[in-house]
């Protein structure tokens, strides 16, 4: 039995390596909505995301979505909105000793050599849990503008001025902090409950619009928003992407014969009047990531099912899909009961056409390494680094490559140094570069990403150097904001 379980693991090692991708998206959540950070001070909150960002950094994870917005609130410096009481346990209340949350973030992440994507809840202003409101907070400034459902405000979308102000926080965010990404999530109009409606009959009839039919107003009312907010975004940073993580239903077969999928659970489309499909098919969002919590099996919501039907309707813009590793860990394989549903779902990742990346939910379980599912992550499935998923739609051209790539002796050891290349516009600047290393009679693959040692915005490299008798040869590319590579530039040096 040793012997089967050793020839199967080697297998399944052999398999991860042919499959390893060079592009790939891999985030995770961090979400402030739990109240994780809620009272604690500036030094226990930093050192608590230095430990995550550090452990998730081992793992391969390339891209940060933290959640700097929960309820018309701010874990960042604004002057529109007040400072969330998930910082500071008290809205408006500032953090002690000061410091900005987001920022930190941003350069946290940079040095670790990932991507940083601002996370707002766009229409909710209030959650149930939240007892005091900040003077200075949208819903006792405007009380006309928010309606009340299930204990939480919102927003009405069916106001142009609230739409004007989302993407006024929005443009704030991006024109001051050197993001990668703004990220919303599936919050439009309110999860539904029962014996309550949503009170918006009056501004339905005092303004249809052409329609007749309340549904549909309510998802042009989101339409405009989503399309207003990619426009507002992009204007002010082309090179920041724009992505929206939809609830994981689309629409259900029975509500929809062509479009439908075979489950039976809550819908994008019916009930939170969120039409993702028109959203991609315009090009009015830069990545789409599905939360498709459930597991491999779930009777009204199945993975499989789930992950098929987004792979074949959601191509038109690069497709991550939202994994929640709790739910993961938790269920067996269908296939084989002693393990859980981790390596059954990335075998269905790599079956896919269209889906280019993962997104994690939550940081912390990755993190806590529940089921080992961050040491699979860290030793097999992320082992290697990767690239983002490229995005043509925004920039295709590429930088030049590096100038005067050359290896020196210094007194700190043998470096590899290099040149910035020249770019005038935002999509020809270089601002990061790939090492590649290569021995003695191996082919040079830049496809292959066991070859990359480091991904940096540095011009530097210590290398190895041990009695100088062995050949390597050393490749250096760069890229541009949005991860376009440049030509490769090699050198051969004896370590």
């Given at each position: ?324 590793v709790e739910r993961t860990c938790k269920y067996p394989d269908l296939m084989d009961s002693r393990s859980h549903q981790m390596a059954a779902k990335h075998a269905l990742h790599q079956d896919m056409r269209h889906v280019q990346g993962t997104v994690l939910w939550y940081a912390k379980a990755v993190v806590d390494n529940i089921g080992n599912y961050g040491m699979v992550l860290r030793n097999h499935y992320w082992k290697y680094p990767a690239l983002q998923p490229l995005m043509p739609f925004i920039d295709s051209k590429r930088p030049k490559s590096p100038r005067k790539v050359k290896p020196v002796w210094t007194s700190g050891g043998y470096i590899l ?79």
């Open positions: 039995m040793r012997r089967i379980s050793i020839l199967l693991l080697t297998m399944l090692l052999s398999v991860i390596m042919v499959h390893a991708q060079k592009r790939e998206f891999r985030g995770a959540w961090i979400q402030a909505v739990n109240g994780q950070f809620m009272g604690m001070s500036t030094r226990q909150m930093q050192q608590t995301l230095t430990y995550q960002l550090d452990e998730l950094q081992k793992d391969g994870v390339n891209a940060i979505i933290f959640q700097v917005r929960p309820e018309c609130d701010a874990l960042y410096e604004s002057q529109l909105e007040p400072w969330s009481r998930f910082l500071t346990r008290q809205q408006g209340r500032a953090p002690q000793p000061y410091w900005d949350p987001l920022q930190w973030m941003v350069e946290q992440c940079h040095q670790r050599g990932m991507e940083l994507h601002a996370w707002i809840n766009p229409f909710r202003a209030k959650t149930k849990g939240t007892t005091a409101l900040a003077p200075n907070h949208v819903v006792k400034r405007h009380p006309e503008l928010c309606f009340a459902y299930d204990g939480q405000y919102l927003l009405n979308p069916a106001y142009q001025a609230n739409r004007d102000y989302i993407c006024k926080v929005a443009e704030d965010i991006v024109s001051r902090y050197d993001i990668d990404g703004f990220h919303i999530d599936d919050y439009f109009y309110p999860y539904p409950v029962a014996g309550q409606a949503i009170p918006d009959q009056a501004q339905f009839e005092a303004d249809r619009r052409g329609f007749s039919y309340i549904g549909d107003w309510r998802r042009d009312n989101v339409n405009l928003f989503i399309k207003q907010l990619y426009e507002t975004i992009h204007r002010c940073k082309p090179w920041v992407k724009f992505g929206v993580s939809p609830f994981g239903i689309y629409r259900n077969r029975k509500s929809d014969s062509q479009l439908g999928s075979l489950t039976s659970g809550l819908q994008n489309y019916d009930d939170l009047y969120a039409d993702v499909l028109t959203w991609i098919d315009n090009g009015w969002v830069d990545y789409c990531v599905p939360q498709i919590y459930w597991q491999i099996g779930h009777p009204t919501a199945d993975y499989e099912t789930l992950i098929k039907w987004w792979d074949k309707h959601a191509s038109k813009r690069p497709l991550f899909i939202g994994e929640d140094f290099w040149q910035v290349p020249k770019g005038k516009n935002w999509g020809d600047i270089a601002n990061k570069f790939v090492i590649y290393r290569f021995a003695k009679g191996e082919k040079i693959n830049l496809e292959d990403p066991s070859k990359i040692i480091a991904i940096t915005d540095k011009t530097m490299y210590q290398l190895p150097y041990r009695n100088g008798s062995q050949k390597f040869t050393y490749v250096v590319t760069a890229l541009d904001r949005l991860q376009n590579e440049s030509k490769a530039k090699k050198v051969k040096v004896k370590l």
